[in-house]
């Protein structure tokens, strides 16, 4: 007999999503992926000078902030044709890659961590040998018996306390954690540090954007921090050498802590090397310019799309083939429901006036998430560390190639293995290994670049709205930590009249379209064991490999001050 479960809401998320299984033998056979809040900003945008976009699209998330200021400014930067300075080029970059570095490195710790890491079992652990297990990954100085009992003895008193705060209503004893009592404390551990190390790593964002998040110094045209060797008021040698240490103190725990434990919990989980394989297709539009010229050729991460898994071939990305449906999320399109549009054309404003969200189980039938369903070539796709470094490995990145192989060697696992929860957790910490070693280039190239007196942030030359054609359109691209984020932007007469956003969450969390195709967290659930129905760990595993973030994922606004729902606070 099959039973159909609901875990709502899916937590140590950013935003609000709910997950529905029908599970059968003890697997997964069908699933519904819904996001059940809603939010807007891309009607806000309407009618403003796109100068200003970004300070909008910032607050799409409070943890997403960097990500959307970037790719609504290189839209308009696209539709106005404006090529930034060198300078420009290298502290965005730097502000991009320590907030991808940061960011997954606080997702493996404080919000996936604890789907392979048993909290409670970390108190029946041996420091001594957990010592002795941590200084055999790696020669961190921390680990010692003293340090491990110091911290063994502080989550006893947290746990005596009664209050257990975010570990509460946790699944812990779960048949399905497979981790050893000295992993457990080592992990635990270290999750305590990450909390440490992640507030010095981000000031490199306070400095280079002057405030973390939410940064001011991003500007249509390049950036507005100077550089100046001779200024305390800009970036000059001093900070420089300052950034410099950040950047290594980044790496030092990417190199030396989060890959070690990544690779050791991963060695207990083997079996989830062939489950979460997700929809086959992956898109990514490319970062990271490598010289000022901007072009798609000198990204360091490559653009690119693989369908049907397979490797052998690399499709160029064309934005135009992307579209957006709206046939299972809670809107309306005036064309009709059935069409997808693309994001130039995309709309927000008609907001579906039908049944509102159920509190038992879906409509899945109908309506059922205020996530739309995005689509390349109409098929759904996976975006995300595990689409960049499939992309990259597949364009022959040879850095990207090395470090896979590592990986997979070390864990005595085959290329297939990417294609899984357990691939697209260890894609994340490649990645984040590859970009903590590449910022320090880019520091030194930005060094090299004052030193020879070339000092320009910003190119100015279409900074007034007057030399602006009457009509433009452009599209804004970033590899956000959590997959390919694009911003489409129409400008008329100088000001904005249209603006869409289809951000990673969107791509990966989004229902299913007008051919019933499942959308990725819907399909990588199918065939997922669940030991226990009423304590799906597995889920949780699954879902948060992906890092959900549905806060940008939704955008919905009726322009027209129409109540669209009334929620009551009892």
Not at 104 to 125: E, G, M, N, Q
Not at 230 to 236: L, V
Not at 244 to 265: C, M, Q, R, S
Request: aromatic content about 10%; some cysteine.
């Amino acid at each position: 007999m099959g039973k159909r479960i609901a875990v709502d809401p899916i937590t140590r998320i950013e935003g609000h999503l709910r997950i529905e299984a029908q599970i059968e033998g003890g697997k997964i056979v069908d699933a519904w992926s819904s996001s059940t809040a809603f939010r807007g900003i891309e009607t806000i945008l309407k009618g403003r000078d796109p100068r200003d976009a970004h300070h909008f699209t910032q607050r799409f998330c409070g943890v997403c902030t960097t990500v959307h200021s970037m790719a609504s400014i290189r839209c308009v930067e696209d539709a106005l044709k404006i090529q930034i300075p060198d300078n420009a080029r290298l502290i965005r970059n730097l502000v991009m890659a320590i907030q991808n570095v940061q960011d997954h490195v606080i997702h493996f710790y404080h919000l996936h961590a604890l789907d392979w890491v048993d909290i409670t079992s970390a108190l029946k652990a041996d420091p001594a040998a957990t010592a002795k297990l941590a200084q055999s990954l790696s020669d961190w100085p921390k680990s010692s018996a003293t340090y491990f009992k110091g911290v063994q003895d502080r989550i006893a008193a947290f746990v005596g306390t009664g209050r257990l705060g975010p570990f509460a209503n946790a699944y812990w004893g779960h048949s399905a954690y497979r981790l050893p009592a000295e992993a457990n404390l080592m992990a635990v551990a270290h999750y305590l540090e990450a909390l440490e190390w992640q507030k010095d790593v981000i000031r490199i964002h306070a400095i280079l954007g002057s405030k973390n998040p939410h940064p001011q110094t991003f500007l249509v045209g390049g950036m507005s921090i100077p550089v100046d060797p001779d200024s305390q008021n800009a970036i000059n040698a001093d900070k420089i050498a300052f950034i410099g240490k950040l950047l290594k103190k980044a790496k030092l725990f990417v190199e030396k802590v989060y890959i070690p434990d990544l690779l050791a919990v991963a060695s207990f989980y083997k079996a989830w090397a062939g489950i979460g394989a997700g929809v086959g297709n992956f898109l990514c539009y490319g970062d990271f310019p490598m010289d000022e010229s901007g072009r798609v050729e000198s990204f360091y991460l490559p653009r690119g799309v693989i369908m049907g898994k397979d490797l052998a071939n690399v499709m160029p990305m064309d934005e135009a083939k992307i579209t957006e449906y709206v046939t299972h999320s809670w809107y309306r399109y005036g064309s009709g429901d059935k069409v997808g549009l693309h994001p130039y054309d995309g709309e927000t404003a008609h907001a579906y006036n039908g049944p509102k969200p159920p509190y038992d189980f879906l409509d899945t039938d109908g309506k059922y998430s205020w996530v739309k369903a995005p689509r390349y070539l109409d098929q759904p796709m996976e975006v995300g560390p595990l689409a960049r470094m499939v992309v990259a490995f597949s364009s022959g990145h040879a850095e990207v190639q090395a470090t896979v192989k590592m990986v997979l060697d070390r864990l005595g696992v085959g290329p297939e293995a990417l294609f899984s929860t357990l691939g697209r957790t260890a894609a994340r910490g490649i990645e984040t290994l590859l970009l903590a070693q590449k910022s320090e280039l880019w520091l030194q190239q930005l060094a090299d670049n004052m030193g020879r007196g070339i000092l320009a942030v910003h190119n100015g030359d279409k900074w007034d709205p007057a030399t602006w054609p009457k009509e433009a359109r452009g599209f804004g691209y970033h590899e956000a930590p959590r997959g390919a984020l694009g911003h489409w932007i129409r400008i008329e007469s100088g000001a904005i009249g249209n603006f869409q956003a289809v951000v990673p969450s969107t791509w990966n969390a989004g229902p299913r379209d007008a051919a019933g195709q499942r959308g990725p967290y819907e399909e990588a659930l199918i065939g997922t064991p669940v030991a226990v129905s009423d304590q799906p760990l597995e889920i949780l595993r699954t879902i948060h490999s992906f890092d959900p973030c549905l806060a940008c994922a939704v955008h919905v606004l009726d322009g027209r001050g129409t109540e669209i729902v009334q929620v009551k606070a009892l």
